[in-house]
């Protein structure tokens, strides 16, 4: 059965999951606990669908609700314990936890959750890197989850292939007994009056008829008593007749009585900016049309975290371990050295520029992206994920000019035997 296929992951791959969270501890293992809140809720979801028949779409939204909320309070606690030490713990799982939607995907819910896991992968992928050489209980910790999530694209080949399977032959029980719904308010309309009989002329109708008949035999003759178009009437030799009407305009609010009442908008919450140092974090989020952000007296182990900046400019002195930036928008950063990487994550037209020496830029999800590079940063690598718009700016000797290098965007796979050979496509423009 696919309900013991399912319990079989809960006990096999996602417990050992959930143990290695419990072993690393703190948030990783509160987050974990959300997770295994929001699996028992699917499963239950499961048990549901194995025993009844399709339901309606307001029951299977209420059938859907606690799988929805968990998915809700694991994102929600990567969002306010962005300071964590385990930040990439908590986003590896909270970019790939929307898999358990696969229920509500057809005919491909397969697919979907390989996506879903390849959405965290660039998180668990930092996780692997950073504690590859400090604790192999994080490298087992990441390679459990995927696991997971790789036997639940399997299970769901098997047993829910083009979309979830209901099998039983019930309706399922939401909420108690269903009630039917109210009547409309004032009343059900009165029926329209009855024609009365008499008016069924039989004769009426007959002369109707032979009168129709008598037209539509006249043949060619039928056309004389169509009036004749003149030229004036032409829309094409009388451009007058071809300024119609302006077309019609929805109002700008919505008429209640005699008062126009505009629509309320939905107003966006600004939130004020923070400039503050926690330790060996230097926070800097929600700063808009700053050009003057210097971050000063930093140490080799200190990390700089922009987040939600607009039109802003960050200017790093000395040498500091690594530096992100996070869904910022039009934002430039200017910096000495790093020990480790700079990194761009969910950006819009951002710039860079080294002064010293950076080992890796990475950059996921970001359009547009201008990095300016030093003499002494030339090996540089560069890692690029699901972004476009990337241009790398390499310095033509001690001129001060740049020699402008785009990194490719387009890729050709061609299959070899078992195997793929995958090329970048170079822009003919």
């Avoid at 009844?52 to 799988?67: F, I």
């Avoid at 004389?224 to 119609?244: C, E, F, I, W, Y």
């Avoid at 209640?256 to 900016?273: D, F, I, L, Y």
């Avoid at 926070?283 to 007296?297: A, G, S």
Wanted: glycine fraction near 6%; charge should be neutral; hydrophobic fraction near 35%.
């Amino acid at each position: 059965m696919s309900i013991n296929a399912y319990e079989d992951i809960m006990l096999g791959s996602f417990a050992n999951f959930i143990a290695l969270s419990n072993k690393i501890g703190g948030d990783v293992a509160t987050q974990a606990q959300f997770v295994k809140e929001a699996f028992d809720a699917q499963f239950a979801f499961l048990k549901v669908a194995s025993a009844s028949s399709a339901p309606s779409n307001t029951d299977l939204q209420n059938l859907l609700k606690p799988t929805s909320d968990k998915i809700s309070t694991i994102q929600s606690y990567r969002e306010k314990n962005r300071t964590s030490p385990f930040f990439n713990h908590l986003s590896a799982i909270s970019e790939s936890i929307p898999a358990l939607g696969w229920v509500c995907v057809a005919p491909t819910p397969g697919p979907y959750v390989k996506e879903m896991n390849d959405a965290g992968q660039f998180y668990t992928n930092r996780v692997l890197k950073d504690w590859k050489e400090k604790d192999s209980t994080h490298v087992e910790w990441a390679r459990a989850w995927i696991q997971t999530l790789t036997e639940l694209q399997q299970y769901i080949k098997q047993h829910h292939t083009t979309g979830l399977v209901w099998s039983g032959k019930d309706k399922p029980t939401v909420g108690g007994a269903s009630v039917p719904p109210p009547p409309p308010p004032g009343g059900l309309p009165p029926p329209p009056p009855m024609m009365p009989l008499g008016d069924l002329s039989a004769d009426g109708s007959g002369d109707d008829r032979s009168a129709l008949f008598a037209q539509i035999n006249q043949g060619a003759d039928i056309t004389k008593g169509l009036k004749k178009v003149t030229a004036d009437m032409q829309t094409h030799k009388n451009p007058s007749l071809r300024s119609g009407p302006a077309p019609y305009k929805a109002p700008a609010g919505v008429t209640n009585g005699t008062k126009s009442v505009a629509p309320p908008a939905a107003a966006a919450v600004a939130k004020p900016p923070t400039f503050t140092r926690d330790g060996k974090k230097w926070l800097i989020e929600y700063q808009k049309n700053n050009p003057d952000l210097v971050v000063e007296n930093a140490e080799m182990n200190n990390v700089v975290y922009m987040f939600r900046c607009e039109g802003s400019t960050l200017q790093i002195k000395g040498k500091i371990n690594s530096v992100v930036m996070d869904s910022c928008k039009k934002c430039s950063l200017v910096f000495d050295s790093l020990v480790a990487s700079a990194e761009f994550v969910n950006c819009q037209s951002v710039q860079m520029q080294v002064l010293g020496k950076v080992p890796t830029i990475s950059i996921d999800k970001t359009d547009g992206c201008q990095m300016y590079l030093s003499a002494d940063s030339l090996a540089v690598e560069i890692v690029s994920s699901k972004s476009s718009e990337m241009n790398v700016m390499i310095p033509k000797g001690s001129s001060g000019d740049y020699t402008e290098q785009p990194i490719p965007e387009q890729f050709k796979t061609i299959v070899k035997g078992s195997s793929l050979n995958t090329t970048c496509v170079e822009s003919l423009g």
